[in-house]
């Protein structure tokens, strides 16, 4: 299977930090927050990784190369403007082919083991999601996951952690270059019974500000997290 780490985002409330760094190189002890996620996807014997980009693409090429030095290959799908994540994804599907792949949000953290994702999408499914606790930021969650089965409605809503693994015929009805969300063809997927979820109770951090960038890099420093890295 294909791994897709999406890095096109411009990372505004990052700012000043990514005026003159795309958000995936800002770093956490002392790496990359992408290289964190190139060596797990290595771990887990993901070898072929395309990684899209728009905002100072050439420094993410520069950087990370063919891949070889953290034991996987780097295809990449340069984006003139950021097409947003389903058109990201879109744009990008020559690379991926015609077989389910997972795709990682660059800007995330996590401690997930990506192995298990290889055999979780089931025949005829569309998409299987991987859902986290509501961090402070995002209080309200995404979807409802409620006695094993994923939904739009309902009580109790799970943060989407930006992990996923995606069936192409998803994204057959957007033009390649063409602006597109994810979470309507979610939505969509998840009324027709065509997507399913897991929740992670593990180590994850949506790095969406320099404070969360910065309390991630004294967890790593600190070895708070050692034993998940």
């Not at 395309?50 to 953290?70: F, K, M």
């Not at 094993?148 to 952690?161: A, D």
């Not at 309390?215 to 790593?220: C, E, F, G, P, V």
């Amino acid at each position: 299977m294909k791994a897709m780490i999406l890095a096109a985002g411009r990372g505004e409330r990052m700012r000043p930090l990514t005026d003159s760094t795309p958000k995936p190189l800002l770093k956490a002890g002392g790496k990359p927050l992408i290289v964190w996620h190139l060596e797990r996807l290595a771990k887990a014997g993901f070898n072929e990784v395309i990684i899209n980009h728009a905002h100072l693409g050439e420094q993410i090429e520069q950087v990370l190369g063919d891949g070889s030095q953290w034991g996987v290959h780097i295809q990449y799908s340069a984006e003139k403007v950021a097409l947003e994540t389903a058109g990201g994804i879109a744009n990008a599907l020559h690379l991926l082919g015609n077989a389910p792949f997972l795709v990682v949000n660059g800007d995330t953290f996590t401690a997930l083991d990506f192995s298990p994702l290889k055999a979780v999408l089931q025949p005829n499914h569309l998409a299987h999601l991987v859902l986290v606790n509501n961090p402070p930021q995002h209080a309200e969650g995404d979807f409802v996951f409620e006695d094993g089965q994923l939904k739009n409605v309902g009580v109790r809503k799970l943060t989407f952690s930006g992990v996923g693994v995606y069936h192409p015929e998803l994204f057959a009805h957007i033009a390649k270059g063409e602006p597109a969300r994810l979470a309507p063809l979610l939505r969509h997927a998840i009324d027709n019974n065509r997507a399913t979820a897991q929740y992670y109770q593990g180590v994850w951090h949506d790095i969406g500000t320099p404070e969360r960038l910065d309390n991630l890099d004294q967890l790593l420093k600190n070895n708070t997290l050692e034993r998940y890295v």
